[in-house]
């Protein structure tokens, strides 16, 4: 009886049977996508992809089973998997069969998602042209992200592929693939949504966990887009953290001189182009003080505040491209608050009376160079201020 159960167990679990039964309908149809896909999509219910999806998988990357240390065996293997492709056309022709499988068999994208993460962890014990072929696939699938995101990289982070920089060859041949098919706002977007931005150096071995380190290494991969990215990331680390402080200062009311200084000394790091910097303080300025709701004491308060900040704001606007920044940054700032919807002209009237900003830069601004937040208020609300100015000019001349 025991013995009964047992065969039942085995009946019910066979992945070798399985696997004997999707090669043989694999066999005939070696890079023909079309028919591969056909033969997959018509043996699902009959082969128990619900229940041999890891099989599956293995079959279709690296030929056969994978033994739990990462060894594929070589009986009945089949030689037109992912690994055996020989060049990127073909690995594309699997790309696809993967994304019209799992759309018709949607159980299988998590089966997938799971078993990858896993697979990718034998990448030290596999012949250098399989891991390639993988990471290529890896590359050609985050394009779409339709199966899997960056954030399958994350199980490249075990010691033992960082320390020979396993991990690191095989991110930079998936990267090499993906940069190649798409832009770099894309791939931005999803390195950040992925979380893969956060931890992009610890694909380094330890002792080149630095700047410079991954600036050389993807130079010489020709990934300018990832050093681009490395950078802008860790610019924006850096004024987030110096937006965080200068909130404190303002708070505390520090000295302008000493908030300008500190200012200064991150941007040394931070390398941001000087005429942006008011483009930073600006918000902290504006959201360092309780903004009244009464409408008649709002222009009281305008007048007053930007008269306490107006020696640290003129630090930081002693250029015309400056002055142009800090316009467009106060109209979007008055803008997207509507509180202030009304109030552009005030802030910018004392902003001129406090010698932050010149009247050259208000007309150019005015007349050409501001934005289109809110443009058909702001038109009309600074026409005065505008005449005025042109008033003063011609009576000056």
């Known amino acids: 009886m025991m013995g ?52 599956l998988f293995e079959v279709l990357i690296a030929g056969n089973i994978i033994a739990p240390g990462g060894q594929i065996e070589e009986e009945s293997r089949w030689d037109g998997c992912v690994f055996e492709c020989g060049n990127e056309e073909l690995l594309r022709g699997f790309n696809d069969v993967f994304e019209k499988l799992m759309r018709r068999y949607k159980y299988l994208l998590k089966v997938f998602q799971n ?46 592929l960082v320390r020979n920089e396993c991990a690191l060859r095989f991110v930079t041949a998936a990267f090499e693939v993906w940069l190649a098919n798409t832009d770099f706002d894309t791939f931005s977007a999803a390195m950040k949504k992925s979380g893969t931005d956060d931890h992009l150096l610890e694909f380094f071995p330890e002792n080149k966990r630095k700047a410079e380190c991954l600036e050389e290494h993807f130079k010489g991969a020709g990934l300018d887009a990832v050093i681009r990215f490395f950078k802008d990331r860790t610019q924006s680390e850096i004024v987030n953290g110096l ?7 303002l708070e505390a009311k520090e000295p302008a001189d000493r908030i300008a ?91 001129y009376h406090n010698d932050v900003l010149e009247e050259e830069a208000i007309q150019k601004w005015y007349k050409d160079a501001h934005t289109s937040k809110g443009w058909s208020i702001f038109q009309e609300q600074m026409l005065t201020m505008i005449r005025w100015l042109e008033c003063a000019e011609e009576d000056s001349s």
């Open 4 to 55: 009964q159960i047992d065969q039942d167990k085995a009946r019910k679990h066979d992945p070798h049977s399985f696997r004997n039964e999707l090669t043989a309908g694999l066999q005939s149809c070696s890079w023909k996508f079309d028919e591969i896909l056909k033969f997959l999509e018509n043996a699902g219910h009959r082969l128990e992809y619900n229940k041999y999806g890891e099989t």
């Open 115 to 160: 078993h990858t993460s896993h697979m990718i962890k034998f990448i030290n014990i596999w012949p250098e042209e399989y891991t390639c072929n993988f990471a290529t696939l890896f590359g050609l699938m985050f394009v779409s992200s339709a199966i899997i995101t960056p954030k399958v990289l994350d199980s490249l982070l075990a010691d033992y």
């Open 261 to 351: 200084e500190v200012i200064l000394a991150v941007n040394r790091e931070a390398q941001l182009p000087e005429a942006h910097l008011i483009t930073l303080l600006w918000p902290c300025v504006m959201n360092s003080v309780e903004w009244s709701m009464k409408a008649d004491m709002i222009e009281r308060q305008v007048a007053q505040h930007m008269s306490v900040h107006a020696p640290l704001l003129s630090r930081f606007t002693r250029t015309g491209r400056a002055q142009l920044n800090a316009l467009n940054t106060i109209q979007s700032y008055c803008y997207e608050n509507m509180t202030f919807l009304k109030y552009l002209r005030s802030v910018v009237f004392s902003l």
């Open 243 to 249: 937006r965080a402080r200068l909130t404190e200062m």
